[in-house]
């Protein structure tokens, strides 16, 4: 887990919601390329929608959101294009299409924005499946997959055009600690070997001391940014007694 | 994937048969495309005992630049030819390592043609077989639930019930009449053409009156239930399937069919007769608006209905609905509880709904012109 200094997202003076009701409020950060970066915080924070206006898919409030370079709060249809090439996302369930197999599944991305041969294109889907350890399983439909199956080849599929950025929606939610382990190996074997950035919601705490080089914690009710830093730091050492709960797996934030 | 830099190969022929492929510049997606063709062409034509990638001017590589290295790889191990990557950096070797994806494994071979005709063939009858009993079982089930229920009346959702009833009967209120009023207008139309030769443009109020009464005022009102409600019945308890609302039902204690089907069940049956009524009274305006064109007046139009069709005509048509709209509630309710998994299993629910429950109800009312027919009806 190595990070050079360049920032390669930053998110300036941020407020999002839906129809006035605001979710997130003046939320500024930056993620360093290579790192792998949690956004922490209870359920019903805002995690998940922060992560969604980060990969253009809302509009913010107020706010920039720097990409790559690329500010997708304003970019044009042509530079977000160029940008979803750049990045990869992996959702909760995995939205991976039912009708494909893996392998179509990974295809249908480099169809879109490359116009290599098919034999080309299958060939890079067996080197995706294989990097996330599913080579065997490339003719499977998702249906045919465990849960810890199908999140490894949502992954695959997020890295179809080699991104910088990753995305990841709760990537361990729902899985046994064993196949949870797996993936958190996983994602810190493809940051270490292809300095890759990963961004990462979540709340499982065996995750975020595995993973995560850097995290934010966001607040449901002061609705920002509470904390950021390193997770060991923030455990030990944070001022704040919900942080220390969080970190602590309290029910209440009196005990230290 | 970066997409820029080029990329540059040369072939150059080795001892024994072998070639040597000098690979300079940045292999990406963009290189790639244009080498592709070419060195798979190349491959083909000259198939050399020995490739021997010289890589120490490859600067970088992409997964579309290592995806051409493996399958040259690929293409040499099937013509049990040799394969060497020399030179390359050791951080993109140790990429390759990462990624290779070893032989690819071929989807499992199927059965022949012939085989797979005849194993689609028995397939397709078991499952119009099963399907059958599944749906006579599933109708029985229910029809002992309705015992139940007229026994204790309060088992039943009524709250449920009317909600239900009004979806699919109240708001379909309007479709049913346009679509009477079309039927009737166009018949009156289609017939009086022929009936004009004879004179006997005034038999077209009969010839309308008698075939909204017996046949198509009951199948319409049914197919347009059918494709609007049954779909919805197998839509909605698919999603609820999906969702495990289901399963909760079944381990709360609660009898699915009797929360679920029943409801449905008796608001289909109720507004079915109700539905029908409308469409017959559109359908007989229609025909009237072509009679008037005639120059026919209302009273002698209306007297004319009087004499051709019977009140046997009307109720004879009124109890096939009752039919149909538990032959339509039952197969979709059936069709939506046995929803798969899959995220295309609702949309196939609700497409096996409407086929079934438009071909039950045209066997049922096939059945009921041979039974009306012995009672003389």
């Not at chain 1, 940051?191 to 449901?220: C, G, N, Q, Y």
Request: glycine share 10%.
């Amino acid at each position: 887990m190595t990070a050079s200094n360049a920032p390669i997202i930053q998110v300036r003076d941020l407020t999002v919601g839906y129809d006035h009701h605001v979710i997130l409020q003046n939320v500024a950060f930056e993620v360093r390329a290579g790192e792998v970066f949690c956004i922490l915080g209870g359920s019903g924070c805002g995690k998940s929608t922060l992560l969604k206006h980060m990969i253009g898919l809302h509009q913010p409030m107020t706010g920039s959101i720097l990409v790559d370079g690329t500010d997708i709060v304003t970019a044009t249809g042509e530079e977000r294009r160029a940008l979803l090439g750049r990045i990869g996302v992996a959702y909760q369930n995995g939205a991976l299409f039912g009708s494909m197999t893996l392998i179509e599944n990974i295809c249908l991305v480099l169809e879109e924005f490359t116009s290599l041969p098919r034999g080309a294109m299958e060939t890079i889907a067996r080197m995706k499946m294989k990097v996330v350890g599913l080579q065997e399983a490339g003719h499977r439909m998702p249906s045919e997959l465990s849960g810890g199956m199908r999140k490894r080849a949502a992954i695959a599929r997020a890295m179809a055009l080699d991104p910088k950025i990753v995305f990841l929606d709760e990537p361990s939610a729902g899985l046994d600690p064993i196949t949870a382990a797996q993936l958190d190996d996983l994602i810190v074997e493809l940051s270490r070997t292809l300095k890759i950035t990963f961004v990462i919601v979540t709340h499982e705490l065996p995750s975020i001391f595995t993973v995560a080089d850097r995290v934010i914690m966001l607040d449901k009710e002061r609705k920002t940014i509470i904390a950021a830093g390193r997770p060991q730091d923030l455990r030990d050492r944070s001022d704040d007694p919900w942080v220390r709960q969080f970190f602590n797996r309290q029910s209440s934030g009196e005990a230290v | 994937m970066a997409r820029s830099d080029t990329a540059s190969l040369d072939w150059e022929p080795l001892d024994g048969g072998g070639v040597r492929l000098t690979l300079k510049g940045t292999l990406n997606a963009d290189s790639v495309e244009g080498l592709w063709p070419q060195v798979m062409r190349n491959l083909a034509e000259r198939k050399p005992s020995v490739i021997e990638i010289d890589a120490k001017g490859v600067e970088s590589l992409d997964a579309a630049g290592m995806a051409l290295l493996f399958e040259l790889r690929a293409a040499q191990e099937d013509g049990k030819g040799g394969f060497r990557i020399r030179g390359l950096r050791d951080d993109l070797g140790e990429m390759m390592k990462l990624f290779d994806p070893g032989r690819p494994s071929a989807p499992a071979r199927g059965p022949g043609l012939l085989i797979r005709s005849v194993n689609g063939l028995g397939q397709a009858a078991h499952e119009f077989v099963m399907g059958f009993h599944s749906q006579v079982g599933f109708l029985g089930e229910i029809f002992v639930r309705l015992l139940g229920v007229l026994i204790r009346p309060s088992r039943l959702r009524w709250a449920d019930t009317f909600l239900i009833a009004e979806k699919a009967g109240a708001n379909a209120v309007g479709i049913v009449a346009l679509m009477g009023f079309l039927i009737g207008l166009i018949l009156a139309f289609q017939s009086a053409i022929a009936m004009r030769k004879f004179g006997a443009e005034i038999y077209v109020a009969d010839l309308v009156a008698i075939s909204l009464f017996r046949e198509l005022g009951p199948l319409i009102t049914a197919f347009i239930l059918a494709s609007r409600s049954g779909s919805a019945f197998a839509a909605e308890l698919g999603t609820m399937k999906v969702n495990e609302e289901v399963d909760a039902l079944v381990t709360m204690g609660v009898d699915p069919v009797r929360f679920l089907a029943l409801p449905r069940m008796v608001a289909a049956v109720g507004v079915m007769p109700l539905l029908t009524l409308f469409n017959m009274l559109f359908g007989l305006i229609g025909c009237g608006l072509v009679m008037r064109s005639f120059g026919y007046p209302v009273t002698t139009y209306v007297e004319e209905i009087q004499q051709a069709a019977s009140l046997g005509d009307l109720f004879g048509g009124l109890v096939k609905t009752v039919v149909f709209g538990a032959l339509i509630a039952g197969i979709g309710c059936l069709r939506g509880l046995q929803t798969g998994n899959s995220p295309s299993a609702v949309g196939d629910s609700a497409t096996r709904a409407v086929v079934s429950g438009i071909v039950a109800i045209v066997l049922a009312d096939g059945v009921f012109a041979v039974v009306y027919y012995y009672l003389g009806i």
